[in-house]
């Protein structure tokens, strides 16, 4: 069985621009979560999605972050403009249980942003 | 809202055992998960316990819970330089389905 996947598992960017990272979580998990580590800090959850519905985005930092699952698939997450603030590790896990919460990660897109 | 805290780091001889503590302030978490990160990989799961039990086993790891201290810790048992890594506590409350993690503790495992 594949893992998560993320990709790109690097990204460079300058201040301003836009980027968009890729997750695409095990076959058959309904549960998609974002998540992202800043400056060695702690691992801080962004949303949770359910299918393609967005069940709970309470930690996205503001309008500039867009996330996306169409079709109960792959997500997408968007920085738009990117500031210098969003650098950073940016993880996606994936999980059929919601008793648990066993999640299962990907292995992170790091991104940097000059 | 939830704060979880580790200590930022640990070294220890190869062969020594290892205790990461970790240490929770929401008596509600249901699950209560260990995460392994190597350099330049992902969040591996290692483990975990469910908060009504007060330790599990599971070959070289041991997890042992004081629910009354909000108290977590794991144990490496025979560490070997292989286990230097991050190690990153997890508590997750059912129905509110997010992991909330500490900072991370690094382990250095020194021959």
């Known amino acids: 069985e594949a893992g998560v996947t993320q990709f790109p598992s690097h990204s460079v960017i300058e201040k301003g621009q836009t980027v968009t990272l890729r997750c695409d979580p095990i076959s058959g998990h309904d549960n998609l979560y974002w998540y992202r580590r800043v400056m060695g800090k702690e691992i801080k959850f962004l949303l949770h999605?359910?299918?393609?519905?967005?069940?709970?985005e309470s930690g996205m930092p503001n309008n500039r972050f867009l996330a996306e699952r169409t079709g109960g698939t792959y997500s997408t997450l968007k920085v738009q403009p990117a500031e210098l603030e969003d650098s950073g590790v940016y993880f996606c896990?994936?999980?059929?249980?919601?008793?648990?919460?066993?999640?299962?990660f990907g292995p992170g897109t790091r991104l940097t942003v000059l | 809202g939830e704060d979880v805290e580790q200590s930022l780091f640990l070294s220890v001889r190869e062969g020594d055992s290892s205790v990461i503590n970790c240490t929770y302030t929401d008596s509600s978490s249901t699950y209560l998960y260990w995460y392994k990160q190597e350099p330049g990989a992902g969040l591996q799961l290692l483990t975990y316990i469910f908060s009504n039990m007060d330790m599990k086993q599971d070959q070289r790891l041991t997890v042992l819970l004081n629910k009354k201290d909000k108290h977590l810790s794991l144990r490496i048992a025979d560490t070997q330089t292989g286990d230097s890594a991050i190690y990153f506590c997890?508590?997750?409350?059912?129905?509110?389905?997010?992991?909330?993690f500490g900072t991370g503790t690094r382990l250095l495992v020194s021959p």
């Open positions: 999605f359910v299918k393609e519905s967005k069940q709970d």
């Open positions: 896990a994936s999980s059929h249980d919601l008793v648990k919460g066993e999640q299962f």
């Open positions: 997890a508590v997750f409350r059912t129905g509110f389905q997010k992991l909330v």
